[in-house]
């Protein structure tokens, strides 16, 4: 079977799964309002899915686009994004590679926002020196809609996009009539900070977000990763007193150990992970499950979802036997 036939085939059955769940390619206002007023009677959990996934339903993480961000409390494990901002992935991984973040802190952590790590030193001439990599970057805020880029699509709709959905593990949404695509700063997104120049970050001071999702940075601040793994060592950091959350104090600011590139690590001391993968049955009946909870404890089936409120399930790999 050629790859363009197993793509097809596999687009098939997943737009047949999503429509299943939601009425896919419906206007937006009547598919919400259909899915409320009669959501399934029946639909399987979360757990159930995933107790029914296959092997074939996961993916191993890609040690060249996966970050560890390496604290005393432990090990915050971050997917990268290329495909959506590659000249960001590229160059957070020669900071790395040159060892630009280790012994920096974090400095910010605003209550139901975002930790920021970077040089903490206001004035330039003081910062840290980047070496191989550059120290700015124009900002990589969306790109153009591609065959090349997967997108599973919401059945819902959505305030901040025409269209939301999940694409290569990461939400998504994206604007059919301008052709455009952007990851969304869902929980435990990662972005990096800028001043009001558009071309002023690059990858030297970072964020991650740990309250609830601030879609309005979407398209206005470079978004291309996400924490697959250890958020709850950020998000339960103490919060800054200062202005924005910033730590007042030099001895509030929390200490990186390090930030590597995965491949970089010895395979023994890497973090063994696989992600559901977002363009497969499997998927879509987990956002099935997403929008209308079929667990006892739900008594109201709401029978629709927003992009933010379905998380990507993540699992160490199934030993083999």
């Known amino acids: 079977m050629t790859g363009r036939l197993r793509r097809t085939r596999r687009a098939l059955a997943l737009a047949a799964a999503l429509a299943s769940v939601g009425a896919v390619g419906a206007p937006r206002e009547e598919s919400t309002q259909a899915a409320a007023l009669t959501p399934p009677a029946t639909s399987p959990t979360t757990a159930s899915v995933l107790a029914a996934a296959s092997p074939a339903d996961w993916r191993p993480l890609d040690p060249e686009n996966t970050l560890y ?17 590659p000249a960001h992935a590229a160059n957070v991984k ?16 605003q209550d139901n926002y975002v930790a920021q790590w970077g040089d903490p030193n206001d004035d330039p001439a003081k910062r840290r020196a980047v070496k191989q ?20 699509p919401s059945p819902d709709g959505d305030v901040y996009a025409a269209e939301t959905g999940w694409s290569m593990g990461f939400p998504a949404a994206r604007d059919p009539k ?14 990096t900070a800028r001043g009001n120049d558009p071309a002023s970050g690059g990858g ?15 398209r206005n601040y470079t978004a291309f990763g996400r ?30 150990k390090s930030i590597r590139v995965a491949a970089d690590v010895p395979a023994a001391e890497r973090t063994a992970l696989e992600v559901l993968r977002t363009d497969t049955p499997t998927f879509a009946s987990l956002v ?7 667990e006892e404890s739900f ?20 030993p083999v036997r």
């Open 69 to 85: 961000l390496d604290l005393a409390a432990g090990r915050v494990v971050i997917e990268l994004a290329p495909a959506y901002a």
């Open 94 to 109: 020669a900071l790395a590679r040159e060892g630009y973040f280790d012994g920096l802190t974090i400095n910010r952590v």
């Open 133 to 152: 990599a550059k120290a700015t970057l124009p900002g990589e805020f969306d790109r153009e809609m591609s065959p090349e880029i997967p997108f599973t």
């Open 178 to 191: 301008s052709g455009r695509t952007w990851l969304t700063y869902c929980y435990g997104a990662l972005g």
């Open 204 to 218: 030297t001071q970072l964020f991650v977000v740990i309250g609830h999702a601030p879609r309005h940075l979407d």
């Open 227 to 256: 924490v697959v793994k250890g958020i709850e060592l950020l998000a339960t950091l103490p919060r800054g007193t200062g202005a924005l959350g910033f730590y007042e104090k030099p001895e509030q600011r929390v200490p990186i």
């Open 288 to 294: 099935g499950a997403r929008r209308t909870r079929a």
């Open 299 to 318: 008594k109201y089936k709401v029978g629709r979802i927003e992009v933010c409120n379905v998380p990507i399930p993540v699992r160490e790999p199934a």
